[in-house]
């Protein structure tokens, strides 16, 4: 799976993704999005995620990061020149943006996948959206995360579960990849953020409004 995603130099996918959070009364409560992500090695990316509480778009051209929050007319930019490898590490490092599906699209996703590995299972075989899969599980310190991969010439990770063992009731992530293409031929306008004039430019870290999980309660769920 992870040769064939390093080799794969233009992507296009869909996914959904659900994250889980418990309440103080130990309620566990979910929270769905669906997005898009473009990727042209080694250094142009676009992504988009729409939820319930938020509409982001981000997109990477090999020299700058930008970040636009639709829901809140926001827009932010920093200097990132470099790979799509040293972007995702800068997010989760640096930014401290959680991109936890962003591992399928390094080139060396084998070795950061397998880093503090403890244990591995083969489960056997499973079906996702129609699509017969192997079902692998793995076990670190402080998560259990499972991955079903596509059976035959196209090993694409299909789904992807997380399990937070180090938090009470074990909340999970989970990421169904669903449309996945290599034979795409890519505008060379694709990977420009395309904001209205009355956007607002705000710091990264203003931008508070955009997270999967929303701040507190907002009545009728709107954005």
């Known amino acids: 799976m992870s040769d064939y995603l390093a080799s794969a130099k233009a ?38 995620r729409v939820g319930g509480y938020a509409d982001v ?12 929050g639709k829901n809140i007319d926001a827009l932010a ?5 470099g790979s799509i490898d040293q972007l995702v590490h800068r997010l989760r490092d640096e930014l401290s943006i959680a991109v936890p599906g962003a591992t399928f699209l390094l080139s060396r996703s084998y070795d950061e996948l397998m880093m503090d590995v403890l244990d591995v299972k083969y489960i056997g ?11 692998l599980a793995f076990r670190n310190q402080d998560t259990d995360w499972q991955l079903w991969v596509e ?6 990770p299909r789904k992807y579960v997380i399990t937070s063992k180090a938090v009470a009731a074990a909340p999970q992530y989970t990421l169904r990849i669903k449309e996945f ?8 306008d694709v990977f420009a953020i395309k904001a209205p004039a009355s956007t607002k430019k705000v710091a990264i870290t203003d931008l508070s409004a955009i997270d999967e999980v929303p701040h507190g309660i907002i009545p009728g769920g709107k954005k």
Not at 57 to 68: I, N, P
Not at 77 to 81: G, Y
Not at 151 to 156: A, D, E, F, L
């Open 11 to 48: 992507v296009t996918l869909t996914y959904d993704s659900d994250i889980e959070v418990i309440t103080p009364e130990l309620q566990k409560i979910q929270f769905a999005s669906s997005g898009q992500i473009i990727l042209s090695r080694p250094n142009k990316l676009r992504a988009t």
């Open 181 to 188: 293409r290599t034979d795409v031929d890519l505008a060379a």
């Open 125 to 135: 075989r499973g079906v996702v959206d129609g699509v017969e899969c192997e079902h």
């Open 57 to 68: 778009e981000l997109t990477f051209d090999g020299s700058k990061l930008t970040v636009f």
């Open 77 to 81: 930019q920093v200097d990132a020149p």
């Open 151 to 156: 059976v035959g010439s196209k090993p694409i």
